[in-house]
């Protein structure tokens, strides 16, 4: 994913944490911010792609 709306808004970069987007392009300017946003994202949802949902997509023995 890339764009600037990772960038600016820190409740988009978490909502494709909580998506399972686990690759987000930002703007040099902005990667410390989003990289503590995705983090707390990550401290509170799991990291991307391991909640319930996203493991029943997937099979929950992949």
């Known amino acids: 994913?890339?764009?600037?709306?990772?960038?600016?808004?820190?409740?988009?970069?978490?909502?494709?944490?909580?998506a399972g987007i686990d690759s987000v392009a930002v703007t040099p300017d902005s990667f410390l911010a989003v990289k503590t946003n995705v983090s707390e994202a990550e401290r509170e949802t799991g990291p991307a792609g391991t909640d319930e949902a996203s493991l029943g997509r997937r099979g929950k023995g992949s």
């Open 1 to 18: 994913m890339y764009g600037q709306r990772p960038s600016d808004d820190p409740n988009f970069a978490r909502l494709l944490v909580q």
